[in-house]
């Protein structure tokens, strides 16, 4: 599960479209699936979501899924038992009768996430593919996905959503102006800090000064105590520190730095997403 980061403009979209040869490149080299990009034999292999998406809206879900099949090669007689499985499994079974072009924004989502995966791909592209989705419909995405993961077959993910991207994806590399300019194991993903919100009263004005001179970012607005630690290590000294010096501590909250953190610090403030 590859998630790929940027802000609007870096090249995401681009890049996905050059690996599968509906953009010719200006220079370099790409290869997928160990075979150049764009060769016919590979994108067989390989399913695609694209962001902005038009389909045959005057066929039915079904019928849709057939058309596709049978573009990626697949037999009649494979396609009779995976068309029906595939609308169950995001959810379109109830509307299988309905022609596409009276689905709303998120049952387009939903089969054409279908379409993507009928042929049962090694790589699947997806470009945003929760746009348009309640809750209950980015979950169903999340589930597919990690089924897609399970049986073996490798997701590269392009979305806005960090949230989605922080708990579905294994891996994350960072696209800005073009160019990688970094990337992340989510597994073993260590913030560089630890936050941490605490309500105190009765805390005295130099603690913060002591606290300072150690390194540690600290700051107080009322009973809200702001702490930035560089480990969680350093966590329960600071609560004793606190005690020490007559605060009344009501709460201590660590919060482990998020991907939407390390994004920011990676593209700098004054880019949006």
Not at 97 to 118: C, E, N
Request: charged fraction near 25%.
């Amino acid at each position: 599960m590859f998630g790929f980061l940027g802000p609007n403009g870096a090249g995401k979209s681009t890049s996905i479209k050059m690996l599968l040869g509906l953009v010719k490149p200006t220079g370099g080299q790409a290869t997928l699936l160990g075979s150049p990009a764009g060769e016919v034999g590979v994108r067989r292999r390989v399913g695609f979501l694209p962001e902005h998406f038009r389909f045959y809206d005057w066929l039915t879900p079904a019928e849709l899924l057939r058309l596709h099949g049978r573009l990626a090669g697949m037999s009649p007689a494979r396609l009779k038992d995976r068309v029906p499985a595939l609308l169950d499994l995001v959810g379109l079974t109830p509307h299988r009768d309905k022609r596409v072009h009276d689905f709303s924004k998120g049952m387009m989502q939903r089969i054409g996430l279908a379409q993507a995966l009928v042929h049962d791909p090694e790589v699947v592209f997806l470009d945003e593919p929760t746009s348009g989705l309640d809750p209950l419909g980015r979950r169903l995405v999340r589930d597919v996905i990690r089924a897609q993961r399970e049986r073996g077959a490798t997701v590269f993910l392009n979305s806005h959503l960090l949230s989605e991207v922080e708990i579905t994806c294994d891996h994350v590399a960072f696209l800005k102006d073009g160019e990688v300019v970094g990337s992340e194991n989510l597994e073993s993903f260590a913030p560089a800090e630890i936050r941490v919100a605490a309500r105190v009263r009765n805390l005295a004005p130099e603690i913060l000064a002591t606290l300072a001179r150690q390194g540690i970012s600290a700051s107080l607005e009322g009973e809200q105590l702001s702490l930035t630690a560089h480990s969680s290590e350093e966590l329960p000294d600071l609560l004793r520190q606190l005690m020490a010096a007559g605060a009344d501590v009501y709460s201590f909250v660590p919060a482990r730095a998020s991907l939407e953190d390390l994004f920011v610090r990676i593209m700098g403030e004054d880019r949006g997403l």
